[in-house]
């Protein structure tokens, strides 16, 4: 039971760190129907800006790590509004195949660029929030686990409250909707798009923090492996539905979890392709995604 | 008020509107009439920012106001109801009327707004908290005229607002449309298939065919000319 207990909040956690790098692909995929696959590589950079700032601070204090993160939310907020400005906005109205494949270029960019300026070699994370081991009932918890399920459930509590609940929310969602008619009621959709690159690229910041403290090693190339997973939740929960990715990403989180858990760990990582393979056979539109034929 | 000048626009290799030239004065109601494939909706487009030109002119209000994106033409007072609707389906109506005040920053001027459409379409009040897209068709396009009046708009362009409703709610609709440009005094261009209904509620009327204006004058005048006659109205 307690071993139970135990592998749920390690899933947990996996889950809510994923499910904050996937909200920025799916957002993003709301407003313009690309996939940013750039977006791991924001998650990267928000480590690194964790470890930089997180170093500059003293260690172990729970405002060095709160101030770490938001500085990384900040540092990839603005990268990712950069990104979209100078890259990808000269290339909209052409076609998508066009803007995905500089998006694979722009990932590439931005992994060798991280090589260059910040080394191949991984990099231990310092422990920039106070270090703790909780027990109860056999039951094991590190201060880690504790901030990311804190941290991670206030931001996508933040996230629901703007998207559902404000008038930037509500435009993005107009947008995402329909974009011609979002304009004829005043609504400047450079404005929103930057917005929506904004808040993702804010909240893959976060994660790339939240990860960093919990597998505690970072590289210029850490963003791939994690942003395929939360882009495969993303695909599961319906690209382009918020409360979709949060759900794919929860359950891939538990999923993976518990096969690393049994004797079939070796396959943790197969699982989540599985996953992937199995959704686009035989539910393309994810589980709160709505099945509609592309309209041309 | 609205003034179009010799607008050609073009998709790719196919022009669609060869060099029109219209007028909508302060307070009166224009029509636009033209068969599938006039250039009709294309006209509004471009008036509204959506479509580019390849030349000519739409001046508003004494601006010029061609080359403006769509979101700075609705900020000058131009109320655009695109053809199909295109409520927010997936948004409440109450958000929907929230969307369409978007520019608006006085509270007590987008309440005073809703209570206007409240009052016209009393229909939308009772709905206020379903999802859009689950209205019927003329609850639908009430919801497409009201969300375009939540911005105060001087002018509004209303894009075959009798599409796909039914007959009964038509003249509802149509009812309203007058109301608007009698009591709040905006100007309407309306743009129909539906000759008869238009040529009735219009002051002025134009006919478009493959992209040219073919005819124009007083709508009382072209509902009795015999060309027009044959042509859309059925004989
Ligand atoms: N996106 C587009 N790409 C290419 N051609 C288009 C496009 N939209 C319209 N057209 C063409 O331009 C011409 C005018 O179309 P438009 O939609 O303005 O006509 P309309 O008068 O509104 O017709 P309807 O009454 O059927 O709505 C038509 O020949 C149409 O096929
Ligand atoms: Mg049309």
Redesign the pocket.
Known sequence: MSEFLQQLINGLSLGAIYALIALGYTMVYGVLRFINFAHSDVFMVGAFIGYYVGRALPLGTVWGGLVSMAAAMAGCAVLGIVIERLVYRPLRGGPTLNVLITAIGMSLFLEYSGQLVFGATPRAFPQIFPSKVMEFHGLIISMNQVIVIVVASVLLLGLEFTVFRTKIGTAMRAVALNPGAAQLVGINIDVVISFTFGLGSALAGAGGVLYALNYPSIDPLMGVVPGLKAFVAAVLGGVGNIPGAALGAMILGMVETFVDGSRWSTYKDAIAFTILIGILLFRPAGLLGRMTSEKV | MLEISDLFVS??A?T?LGGISLKVPKGSIVTLI??????????LRTVSGLLRPKSGKVTFMGEDITRLPAHAVVARGLGHVP?GRMIFSNLTVDENLAMGAYLKTSKAAVAASRDYVFGIFPRLKERLHQTAGTLSGGEQQMLAISRALMGEPRFIMLD?PSLGIAPRLISTIFERIIEINRDRGIAILL?E?NAHLALEVSNYAYV?ET?HITMQGPSESLMNDPQLKAAYLGG
């Open positions: 998709y790719g196919i669609a033209g068969g599938n494939g006039a250039g009709k909706t294309t006209t053809e075959e743009v298939q478009l992209g």
